[in-house]
Every structure is written in structure tokens, then in C-alpha cells.
């Protein structure tokens, strides 16, 4: 499944997919024309074309008539079918770009956590300037790694969902995704925004830290360990490329 993904986000397939909720061919010469304007009237660029049509139905625009901001051939069977193939690749593209974004946003977010630990390190040495030793300021190095744990499964919590038929049991799931996502973020804000080893409480700092990360690990386990569950009871139900290429088949 991954496999699947990561070729899927590297794939020149979904400049293809824009294109296809973007754009619309003329229908009597077949040069690609992007709307540009609010306006259904169309006429093709082509300067051997010029075709006059409309964007809603692709049918010509001369028997619309009066109907200027309106289609009035909604009925037309070919016109439904281009409106139902455009919107179609739209929401496909829509469906792919929520989860896209948030797999590249757990991404970035784990590069940019990685140079938290630089910064953990000064942290640490501060509090070991006010007489804690070492080991009592581990628990902020324990907190990073249990940040980067956490982006790293949300991060391909966003793949595994992309796939997922929808049921019962995916909606669990987004429940844990979501639970752990929250918990996540505060535990970043947490350690990035919120210590300040001169003024702050150290005893207090350190109580709170690793009741965050401690509770985040613990969300982690339990959306794991339902997707594991899950996967033994046969209760994910997965869309994956080979299949869909089989429904359009049989289409």
C-alpha cells in the first residue's frame, strides 16, 4: 500500500487528474481550453476552430439562446456525462489533495523536529545549570522521540487512510487518527513554544512534559493497536490501485 502512495505522490498522474477538473477539450476541434472567466460561453482559441460552446453541457452555445448565465440543456444525456466525468475527477483530485497535504505536513513537520533536538539540547543544558543532572533531564530528549514517533505514524496514517473504504471501523480510526493529530500538536507546541528553563518551574516543566508525551505515546499505542486488530478481524476494507483498475473494467 505504501508502495502504492509514495508512487502516487511522485507521479505525473496527478498533474493529469488537475487538468482533468480544470480543463475541458472543444468538442469539435479537441484543443485542451482552461475557463478562465465565470461566464459558460465559451469559444475555442483555435485560430482555425473558434467553436462556440457551452461549458456546462459542451454543447453549442447558439441554442442556448437567452440562457446566457444558465445551461438549459441539463437534461441532455452526453451533457451529463461530461458534467458527471468532470465532477468526478474533481472530487477525485479534492479526495487526493486532503490527504496528500496532511502526509506532506506530518513530512515537513518531522524535518523540522529533527532540529528540535539541537534545541532540546541547549534546553537540557540549562536545567543541568541549575543543578539537574543528566538523567533528571532526559525526559525532554524522550519527548522529541516521542514526537518523532508520532509524526512519522500520522504521517502514514494519511496513506493508509487514502485507500480505506469507508465503514465502521474506519470511523474508529479517524477517531484515533484525530485523537493522536490533537495530542501531537500540543505536545509540540509544548516543547518549541512553551519552555522557558529561566523563569519556569523546572519541577513542574518536567511533570508536565512527560505527562504530554506520555499520553501521546499512549494514543500512538491504541491506533496501532486497533489497526492491527482490524487486520486480523478482516474489518479493513481497501480500494487499492489493482482494484480500482478491475471496477473500471467491469464498468
Given at each position: ?6 508512487k ?14 480544470n480543463?475541458?477539450d ?5 484543443v485542451?481550453?482552461?475557463k478562465?472567466?465565470?461566464c459558460?460561453h465559451?469559444?475555442?482559441r ?5 467553436f462556440?460552446f ?14 446566457w448565465?444558465?445551461c ?10 461530461a ?5 468526478l475527477s474533481?472530487?477525485a483530485?479534492q479526495r487526493y489533495?486532503?490527504y496528500?497535504?496532511?502526509f506532506v505536513?506530518?513530512?515537513n513537520?518531522?524535518?523540522?523536529e ?8 541547549i534546553?537540557?543544558?540549562q536545567?543541568?545549570a541549575?543543578n539537574?543532572?543528566?538523567?533528571e ?8 522521540a ?12 494519511y496513506a493508509?487512510?487514502?485507500y480505506?473504504?469507508s ?7 479517524e ?7 490533537t ?8 516543547l518549541?513554544?512553551e519552555?522557558?528553563?529561566?523563569t519556569d518551574?523546572?519541577?513542574?516543566i518536567?511533570?508536565?512534559?512527560q ?7 499512549q ?14 478481524r ?18
Amino acid at each position: 500500500m505504501l508502495k502504492f502512495w509514495l508512487k502516487k505522490c511522485s507521479d505525473d498522474s496527478e498533474t493529469s487528474n488537475w487538468l482533468n477538473a480544470n480543463t475541458k477539450d472543444c468538442p469539435q476541434c479537441h484543443v485542451t481550453i482552461e475557463k478562465d472567466g465565470g461566464c459558460n460561453h465559451m469559444t475555442c482559441r483555435s485560430v482555425t476552430c473558434k467553436f462556440e460552446f457551452c461549458w456546462m453541457c459542451l454543447g453549442p452555445w447558439k441554442p442556448h439562446g437567452s440562457g446566457w448565465y444558465s445551461c438549459n440543456r441539463y437534461e441532455d444525456k452526453e451533457a451529463k456525462e461530461a458534467r458527471s466525468a468532470q465532477e468526478l475527477s474533481r472530487a477525485a483530485l479534492q479526495r487526493y489533495l486532503h490527504y496528500y497535504n496532511r502526509f506532506v505536513n506530518h513530512q515537513n513537520s518531522l524535518k523540522f523536529e529533527n532540529k528540535l533536538q539541537d534545541q532540546i539540547k541547549i534546553k537540557m543544558q540549562q536545567m543541568q545549570a541549575h543543578n539537574f543532572t543528566w538523567v533528571e533531564t532526559q525526559f525532554l530528549a524522550n519527548a522529541v522521540a516521542v514526537l518523532n514517533k508520532c509524526r512519522r505514524t500520522l504521517m502514514y496514517t494519511y496513506a493508509f487512510a487514502y485507500y480505506l473504504k469507508s465503514n465502521n471501523a474506519s470511523n474508529v480510526f479517524e477517531d484515533n487518527q484525530r485523537d493522536l493529530e490533537t495530542a501531537t500538536e500540543q505536545l509540540s507546541e509544548k516543547l518549541e513554544r512553551e519552555l522557558d528553563i529561566d523563569t519556569d518551574d523546572l519541577v513542574k516543566i518536567k511533570q508536565e512534559v512527560q505527562d504530554r508525551y506520555r499520553y501521546v505515546d499512549q494514543r500512538r499505542e491504541v491506533l496501532l493497536k486497533h489497526c492491527f486488530e482490524g487486520l486480523e478481524r478482516g474489518e479493513w476494507v481497501f480500494n487499492l490501485p489493482q482494484q480500482q483498475q478491475q471496477q473500471q473494467q467491469k464498468k
